[in-house]
């Protein structure tokens, strides 16, 4: 009689799109028929980064103390620091990969060792998208020994919604403000679109940092929308339904994501997206929505103007959709990812 699969996953704080996936992940993963430990780390206590970023290192170390010999190791946060502790342990051991922009800034005063390095020391790489595959055969990993598996959403939770949380029509944008969401363009596209729809608003849901806020709000003074734009910052996840259905449209035209969750969230309660010619974004969409260049609002303005303007148009998007979230779910995922990392037991 064998014994059971251990299974420790190392996760960590956070508050953005990841944390609710790897809560998702970890949720179907403890429904498998194996015995799953979840290592929890807050590296986040303080507003200090100095602080933070020792209580880092103290993690790291912390979890090579927490993992015995025989248990498989999988690790959520490919950016995180406490990613270097797989360095140390010499169990079979997994990571979940976003998207790469640069290596962590902590690599360039650690002699000998390159972001790279770390990811070839695992037995296998797990990538939330195609893309993000591509990203690490550029980067010169073995991509053999990685697999793209695909997040995915509660459908329970994320299902259309006939209830009205806003009074006025509007158009959606979902996510952080850093650069590569692209909030300047996605304003710009807005400023256009308000000349022929005066009373429509943006509806921008997430948090962001002070200095990326900053950079929003002057672009906002500067195009002028101050009346139109409308931010609610965090918004709970029970929630995020009935704004999505309420929506005339969601605007995402990313420059770059690993997987881009709120497309799918969309999707699935019948809400038109409209994304980035870009992968992942085109990747996920399939041929079921319209993708835009992200560098150029008129473009984008004017497929908004046509969901906008065509209710036929707009209800095959909303069917095309809903047929297309279908493929996105968690337990879908958890099974590939436990297959995957127990295939050679």
């Given at each position: 009689m064998t014994n059971k699969i251990t299974l420790k996953v190392i996760t960590e704080k956070r508050s953005d799109a990841i944390y609710i996936c790897n809560k998702s992940l970890i949720q179907n993963l403890q429904k498998k028929d194996a015995d799953i430990k979840v290592i929890f780390l807050n590296n986040r206590l303080l507003q200090s980064s100095l602080f933070n970023f020792i209580l880092g290192v103290v993690n790291t170390i912390r979890i090579i103390s927490m993992i015995n010999r025989n248990d498989i190791v999988l690790f959520t946060d490919p950016l995180s620091f406490n990613l270097l502790a797989s360095i140390l342990i010499p169990n079979k051991k997994y990571v979940i990969f976003y998207h790469y922009e640069k290596d962590p800034f902590y690599y360039k005063y650690l002699p000998f060792i390159s972001y790279k390095k770390?990811?070839?020391?695992?037995?296998?790489?797990?990538?939330?998208?195609?893309?993000?595959?591509?990203?690490?055969?550029?980067?010169?990993?073995?991509?053999?020994?990685c697999r793209a598996i695909y997040y995915g959403i509660d459908h329970s939770l994320f299902k259309p919604s006939t209830s009205k949380t806003y009074p006025y029509d509007y158009i959606l944008s979902v996510g952080s403000e850093e650069p590569r969401k692209n909030m300047e363009n996605v304003l710009k596209t807005f400023q256009i679109l308000i000349k022929d729809y005066?009373?429509?608003?943006?509806?921008?849901?997430?948090?962001?940092?002070?200095?990326?806020?900053k950079k929003t709000m002057h672009y906002i003074e500067e195009l002028q929308l101050t009346k139109s734009v409308i931010f609610t910052d965090y918004v709970k996840e029970e929630e995020?339904?009935?704004?999505?259905?309420?929506?005339?449209?969601?605007?995402?035209?990313?420059?770059?994501?690993?997987?881009?969750?709120?497309?799918?969230?969309?999707?699935?309660?019948?809400?038109?997206?409209?994304?980035?010619?870009?992968?992942?974004?085109?990747?996920?969409?399939?041929?079921?929505?319209?993708?835009?260049?992200?560098?150029?609002?008129?473009?984008i303005a004017?497929?908004?103007?046509?969901?906008?303007?065509?209710?036929?148009?707009?209800?095959?998007?909303?069917?095309?959709?809903?047929?297309?979230?279908?493929?996105?779910?968690?337990?879908?995922?958890?099974?590939?990812?436990?297959?995957?990392?127990?295939?050679?037991?």
């Open positions: 770390v990811l070839d020391k695992f037995n296998g790489i797990i990538c939330i998208s195609n893309f993000a595959l591509s990203q690490l055969d550029s980067l010169g990993v073995n991509i053999k020994k005066p009373n429509l608003k943006l509806l921008k849901v997430g948090e962001a940092n002070g200095h990326n806020r995020l339904p009935q704004i999505y259905s309420g929506a005339k449209l969601l605007l995402f035209p990313s420059l770059l994501e690993g997987f881009g969750l709120p497309i799918v969230e969309a999707m699935a309660c019948g809400c038109p997206v409209i994304t980035s010619d870009r992968n992942p974004m085109k990747e996920l969409v399939g041929t079921e929505q319209y993708t835009v260049n992200p560098l150029d609002p008129n473009d004017a497929e908004c103007k046509k969901i906008l303007l065509d209710d036929v148009y707009r209800q095959t998007l909303i069917d095309n959709g809903l047929l297309r979230a279908k493929g996105f779910n968690w337990e879908k995922t958890a099974n590939e990812v436990y297959e995957y990392m127990t295939k050679q037991m």
